[in-house]
């Protein structure tokens, strides 16, 4: 076993990234490296120990006994000397480097993005890489710092903080509802044509609530059904039926007339917005700012 004089320490981050990863290419792009040098970086920090770490196969890498006992302090190690340099740098407050964030296509385009453009001004020196898209990424094997998640949280090993909360509104185009007398309840609606998102569990069926206490579950007629809200959204200002979206993806449309906000004294359950964190016990100090700044934009009504 090597003295600490002998070993490279930054080799560690790599070490530590190779085995959150699951393989040397998603480590690669986690760090933004070469493959070829993160590669050459496992080599020299196997020599530098004297012992092996991984093994290596042509489909998987595993740990060691000895890799095993290594990675806890290894890892512990990194985030203790990221917890140190965030805390001297904090003197000017400046946030810096790479932030990878992922959220649904539709709180990207409609709160995502202004925030993060925002934080991008007042921080120059942060690099923020949007990844939009309405599946489940694996934050640990695609080097994701931060993900926002709306709806009910899946039971996983990863941390969350709830930013805020939002509700579904009923709307339709102006030209869609042109030829039709406006309802007074839910119950009317039965028979027009709705848009559906397919990925919901029970995506037709659905329980308002009124101020009075009345209470009415409806099952819609789908027309049209579509995998993601974006398209949802997209075929409701086509004129082609009703459709539940999140208050935060419509509320440009229903402000400028392209969609019409029907029932609004009839309320739907509310869901909750929520920022999701690989488990770890130190957060960067440019992943609080964007989680702040998103806490504070749903605050003031996105």
Partial sequence: MGTLSRINLNRLEVFVAVVEAGSLTAAAARLGLAK?????????????????????????????ETGEAFFESARSIVADAEAAVEAASHQSRAAQGNLRVTAPIDFSAAVLAPVAVRLGETHPGLRIELLSGDRLFDLVAEGIDLAI???????????????????????ASPAFLAQ?????????????????????????????????????????SSRFSANTAHAVRATA???????????????????????????????????????????SRHRPHRVRLLVDALRAQLDAGA
């Fill in 180 to 220: 039709r007398e406006l309802p007074a309840e839910p119950a009317a609606l039965a028979d027009w044509p709705f848009i559906a998102l397919s990925v919901l569990p029970q995506p037709l069926r659905w329980h308002f609530s009124h101020a009075s206490g009345a209470q009415q579950e409806l099952l819609f």
């Fill in 36 to 64: 070829t040098m993160v590669s050459a970086h496992m080599q020299r920090l196997e020599a530098e120990l004297g012992a092996s770490l991984l093994v290596r196969s042509t489909r998987r890498l595993s740990l060691t």
């Fill in 149 to 171: 998640r709306a709806g009910q949280l899946r039971d996983s090993s990863l941390q969350a903080t709830r930013l805020g909360e939002f509700t579904e509104c009923l709307v």
């Fill in 237 to 279: 200002l086509a004129d082609a039926g009703l459709a539940l979206l999140p208050d935060f993806a419509v509320k440009q449309d229903i402000a400028q007339g392209r969609l019409i906000h029907l029932l609004p004294d009839w309320t739907l359950p509310r869901g909750g917005i929520h920022a999701v964190f690989p488990a």
